[in-house]
């Protein structure tokens, strides 16, 4: 059975601005988090973390702990027999991964590395008790950045890899050579993308609790994906998946940085095992920053071959991604540098691209994935790269970019993406009229002559969304996922909708309660969305790279669509119909034309459950539970940002005055939440580009342990987003939704740097790092002024 695109769309709550349910309970401090959990008898654990960069840990003395009141037990890695370790089975040959301990076996290679765990009878203990553990270390050699990673003679932090380079991926369309031979400008630059953290109000947790009597455990955590989580732990724990449930409470932000599999997920589900209690650790602060994971950290080169009229004739790219010191589950080490060139292209139509992808370890917190996975520094240097070729030709940078636009057709990227048609176009000169980019033009010169630098720069991009077969498939990553919804309805007429798409923050409840609703013809209030848990929900594959808009879409759409058939067939049999004349909207059923005869879903309900009336209907055929698999393509999301910003020139400060975000989702579900997607993204997206920064020195010592020192935006820096909506539904998707979860912090930080170099453009400033803090700002005039 097919469903057609008005099928989904055509509904009442689609399209809507529905209030999001969630709300009332989280504006009003009555959602349960992981850490409002309390078990009965429950203990609490606290890592004792390594202070060194790289070291032999050469002996480790618990005895002063053990003997401590309220401590329950001291575990190092030789405690934890047959636990671990964690390993990222690469999805491609050329991509290696290493193996990581879940304590530091013998070895430490970052600063944060977990290497004891305390259990105690309160965090309190715990912690005091982790001052006691007596650990001694040998100090190594560092490996500070990548480039160091690859000398001869570099320090290898994982012998059994043989060196340090964990990917190296090579890639090209087109004729390369003959592009830059033909082209009358070549435009480079090299940039660096700073390491940053996704940062979550809510930090990661768990809470292990091993049933002894039935072999079974228990367990909760902060996670992203309790399906993929459960399967790459239970094997670490030595447990079959049927032993193991995986339970996530309310999520207070995620961003990616719950998406992966770390040391904690295993070892406190271990040590509930070894203690016979249940275990809780919710982490802090300085573990967050320190040793969770970081993001984004990558140098890449990129060169532009242009010819004489601005036409892009090819376009190189050379990337070295810093991924830390080990590969994170499910997505390796490798994903910055080879996101970062499958965008290389973005909406420009280039003939030729060739791009070298690598990743070397380093003794770094390992990257994992944060919102714009890759694509936010590919995106950036690219756009970045753009308004130097505008400025070196001397055209403008729009006109430029529109001359080289894609049209807003399909169209196959020479590197790798087939984009499925969008407002490529479109979206840019949207966003650049709603900017007033004319005006703010007219305008900047005599603003200069007056003392103020303004700058504007644009943005546009292509973000890949709904990862699940062929989408990942041509970017690089092989493997099809798998995603199930069920829905059912019990006796009194409510509406189960069971996801294992849990959300962190971006309203699955509200968005696939109305997608329920709508399919099946009931009402919003009836529909109760059962997401986060590995018992009652049916296996997914995990929210992140935004596919839920798309995956839900696909999965409850098409469950929902099958169970308003079979409510109108059981109608049909209540009403003495025929089928074909049976209509069901809003919550009742009646025969067209004949509106006053209703039989509700209660009623059909009923009927099914008590009144044996089923029987005129095959009885599974005629079952109020449905469930579906799917998994569409995905589609390519686009839009594009425009940023507005002053910079004082005596203080190097840069404020953000205002920022236009166009997005094109295909087919809003909830255009209030993508708008409050929006926000939160563009905000992430300002201080990628401005503040955020996690510091190593040459000595592997992390600099950035609090948010002190790690900064990032408040509302000061955010200025007004002004939001404007373009709908090209995906053709590939039912419904034509696309995702556009990560647009935000994709474009935004492009925007930023390109109106500040815009703003600076009388001294001849070019960019090529993030964070642009005020003193970089002022260097980077220096140097202007001395080139
Ligand atoms: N949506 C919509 N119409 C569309 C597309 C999406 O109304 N055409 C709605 C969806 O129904 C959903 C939301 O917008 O409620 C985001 O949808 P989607 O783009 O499919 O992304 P996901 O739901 O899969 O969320 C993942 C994405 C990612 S990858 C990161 S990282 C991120 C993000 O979402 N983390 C977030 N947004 C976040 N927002 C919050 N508050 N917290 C996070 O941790
Ligand atoms: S980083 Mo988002 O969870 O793909």
Redesign the pocket.
């Given at each position: 059975r097919s469903m057609t695109q008005s099928d989904m769309s055509a509904g009442r709550y689609v399209g809507a601005r529905v209030a999001r349910s969630e709300d009332p309970r989280l504006m009003r401090g009555l959602a349960r988090y992981l850490d409002d959990i309390e078990l009965p008898r429950m203990l609490h654990a606290a890592f004792v973390r390594s202070p060194m960069a790289h070291a032999r840990v050469v002996q480790i003395d618990v005895e002063e702990v053990r003997g401590m009141p309220g401590v329950v037990g001291v575990f190092t890695h030789g405690d934890l027999a047959g636990v671990g370790p964690i390993q990222a089975i690469g999805p491609r040959p050329e991509i290696k991964s290493s193996l990581r301990a879940v304590l530091a076996d013998g070895k430490v290679r970052f600063v944060g590395e977990a290497v004891a765990v305390v259990v105690a009878e309160s965090r309190y203990i715990a912690e005091d008790a982790c001052e006691l553990v007596d650990v001694e270390y040998e100090q190594l050699r560092v490996v500070a950045n990548a480039r160091a990673a690859l000398e001869p003679g570099a320090p290898i932090l994982h012998a059994d890899l043989g060196d340090n380079r964990i990917s190296r991926i090579e890639r090209s369309g087109g004729d390369i050579d003959h592009a830059f031979a033909a082209a009358a400008h070549v435009v480079k630059v090299s940039f660096h993308h700073g390491r940053v953290g996704?940062l979550?109000l809510e930090t990661r947790g768990v809470i292990g609790d091993w049933d002894a009597g039935t072999s079974t455990m228990r367990v909760w955590n902060s996670s992203?994906m309790p399906h993929l989580l459960r399967a790459l732990i239970a094997a670490p724990l030595g447990l079959a998946e049927t032993q193991l449930e995986v339970m996530v409470p309310a999520?207070g932000?995620?961003?990616?940085l719950k998406a992966s599999v770390y040391p904690e997920d295993i070892v406190v589900p271990a040590v509930s095992r070894l203690v016979g209690r249940p275990v809780k650790w919710v982490e802090d602060r300085y573990e967050n920053l320190a040793a969770s994971s970081h993001a984004k950290e990558i140098d890449i080169d990129m060169e532009m071959a242009v010819a004489e009229d601005g036409t892009f004739l090819g376009v190189r790219a050379k990337n070295l991604s810093d991924p830390g010191a080990y590969s994170m589950p499910p997505f390796q080490a490798h994903h910055e540098s080879l996101g970062s060139v499958n965008c290389m292209t973005g909406i420009y139509d280039i003939a030729a691209a060739s791009y070298v992808a690598e990743t070397a370890l380093t003794n770094k917190a390992p990257l994992g994935?944060?919102?714009g996975v890759g694509w936010t520094p590919g995106q950036t240097v690219r756009e970045v790269l753009v308004d130097d070729v505008a400025r070196a030709i001397g055209r403008d940078p729009v006109e430029l970019r529109l001359q080289n636009c894609i049209p807003d057709t399909p169209y196959d990227s020479v590197i790798g993406p087939r984009y499925d048609g969008g407002s490529y176009r479109r979206s840019l000169e949207l966003a650049t009229e709603m900017a007033d980019y004319r005006g703010i033009r007219e305008r900047q010169i005599e603003q200069r002559n007056q003392g103020k630098y303004v700058g504007v720069g644009v943005s546009p991009y292509v973000e890949p969304?709904?990862f699940g077969g062929r989408i990942g498939n041509e970017l690089g990553y092989p493997g099809e996922y798998y995603d199930t919804a069920s829905i059912s309805i019990q006796a009194d007429g409510s509406i189960y909708v069971m996801s294992g798409?849990n959300?962190?923050?971006?309203?699955?409840e509200?968005?696939?309660a109305q997608l329920a609703a709508d399919g099946i013809g009931a009402r919003i209030e009836e529909v109760r969305v059962v997401q986060g848990d590995t018992k009652s929900t049916p296996f997914s594959a995990g929210?992140?790279?935004?596919?839920?808009?798309?995956i839900?879409a696909a999965t409850i759409g098409r469950a929902a669509h099958e169970m308003k058939r079979r409510l109108v067939a059981l109608a049909a049999d209540m009403l003495e119909a025929n089928v074909d004349d049976v209509e069901i909207t809003h919550g009742k059923a009646f025969v067209r034309g004949a509106p006053e005869v209703v039989k509700t879903i209660a009623d059909i309900a009923a009927y099914v459950h008590w009144g044996g009336g089923a029987a005129a209907v095959d009885l599974e055929e005629g079952a109020l539970s449905v469930s579906s698999s799917a998994a569409p393509g995905g589609s390519y999301g686009n839009g594009c940002v425009v940023a507005v910003v002053v910079v004082d020139i005596e203080t190097g400060k840069i404020q953000v005055e205002k920022v236009v975000s166009v997005e094109d989702?295909?087919?809003?579900?909830?255009?209030m939440?993508?708008e409050?997607?929006v926000a939160?993204?563009v905000a992430q997206g300002i201080g990628d580009a401005l503040l955020e920064e996690h510091q190593y020195n040459e000595d592997g010592a992390f600099m950035s342990a609090s948010l002190l020192d790690y900064l990032y935006p408040s509302t000061m820096e955010i200025p007004d987003i002004a939001i404007g909506h373009l709908e090209t539904p995906a053709p590939g998707v039912p419904g034509g939704?696309?995702?556009?979860?990560?647009a935000g912090v994709i474009a935004t930080p492009g925007a930023v740097l390109n109106a500040v170099a815009d703003a600076l453009s009388p001294f001849g400033v070019r960019v090529h790092s993030t964070p642009l803090g005020p003193s970089k700002v002022l260097d980077l005039i220096d140097e202007a002024r001395e080139a």
């Open positions: 996704a979550p992203q999520v932000g995620a961003f990616g994935v944060y919102r969304t709904g798409l959300s962190q923050g971006q309203s699955h509200t968005t696939f929210v992140y790279a935004s596919r839920s808009a798309l839900g989702c295909g087919t809003m579900l909830n255009p939440i993508v409050g997607q939160g993204a939704f696309k995702g556009l979860g990560e």
